[in-house]
């Protein structure tokens, strides 16, 4: 696919990484243009542009800023009609110890609603950016899931589409409502790793039975 990657932090540093790994074409932009030149110097395949410039030849949207940011980074990039706009942010609080949205709405759906003209699926939220960065194996044979949810039908296999390129099982969560299941999902993961103490590299998913 050819990808507009919006942010030069940890998750965006590791989406980078693993898109272009899986021969995405990938444009990288950022407030801070060096930033994204280095990311893109980093990562054989990805490419810097300024905000403007960004969405030249892209159908997908990866927004991985974090989430105060992301409807400006989004709206600066221009003109979002016919684009799929990934959504792997949080809403979370200064200490990443709880969530500044919830219940009755999502980050997700606020970006939906301030970009209405793009389609807007929510991926990628649950995984910690080490866990991305490192790819989906672990212990055992197991392979870390990767949920979306969205209301556009398009906007969902773009991001299934995008989810088992990279390796990650994908898990149809529902309606975009459903990040507001999804976003509490990836707090619990936050405090399980830092607040817990079991670090990065783990994943929240389900087991069933044969």
Known sequence: MNITLIGTGNMGSALAGQLTRA??????TARDLAKAQALAAANPGAVAAAPADALTGSDVVIVA???????????????????????IT????????????????????EIAKAVPE????????????????????????QIAPAFFAGDSERAKQTAKALIESL??????AGPLKNARYLEPLAALNIYLGYGAGLGTSIAPTWIRKA
């Open 167 to 172: 390796g990650f099982t994908p898990v149809d």
């Open 90 to 109: 949080n809403p979370l609080t200064a200490d990443y110890m709880g969530l500044t949205l919830g219940h009755d709405t999502s980050a997700a759906e």
């Open 118 to 141: 793009a389609e807007v699926v929510k991926a990628f939220n649950t995984l910690f950016a080490q866990v991305l960065a490192d790819g989906p194996q672990f212990a055992d044979g």
């Open 23 to 28: 021969g995405h074409a990938v444009r990288i």
């Open 65 to 87: 800023t974090g989430y105060v940011d992301a409807v400006p980074a989004l709206r600066s990039l221009g003109s979002l009609a016919g684009k799929v706009v990934v959504d």
